[in-house]
């Protein structure tokens, strides 16, 4: 679970991040979830969208993909959002501020 102190850290590395990943007609997919999947363990931090064709809200597409990766919702704004999972083998975002 990420500290409000986190989350407002990773959405300031985020704000220059552009999208990687479109949530489209065919929603959340486990191909999908799988690439992503990938996708953090390389990055740590991605940024997604949701198209509008696509019928799911931002954050109902967020919380569905961050429960298939095992990942956690740092930022739901507009169509966007902003996903991360720590690397705990070869982590790529250094100076995270500690948790209590």
């Known amino acids: ?3 409000s102190k986190q989350r407002a850290y990773l959405r ?3 704000s220059t991040y552009e999208t990687i990943f479109q949530v489209g007609k065919g929603g ?3 191909a999908m979830c799988k690439d ?3 996708a953090l363990r390389k990055r ?3 940024k997604l969208r949701v198209l509008e064709n696509s019928g799911w809200t931002a954050r ?3 919380e569905a993909i961050a429960e298939q990766t095992g990942s956690e919702v740092v930022q739901v704004i507009g169509s966007k959002f902003v ?3 720590r ?3 070869e982590p790529v975002i250094e100076n995270i501020p500690k948790a209590k």
């Open 87 to 89: 690397n705990p083998k």
């Open 36 to 38: 992503i999947g990938e």
């Open 12 to 14: 300031g590395i985020a």
């Open 1 to 3: 679970m990420l500290t």
């Open 83 to 85: 996903l991360f999972k």
């Open 44 to 46: 740590e931090l991605i």
């Open 60 to 62: 109902e597409a967020a």
């Open 28 to 30: 959340v997919s486990e």
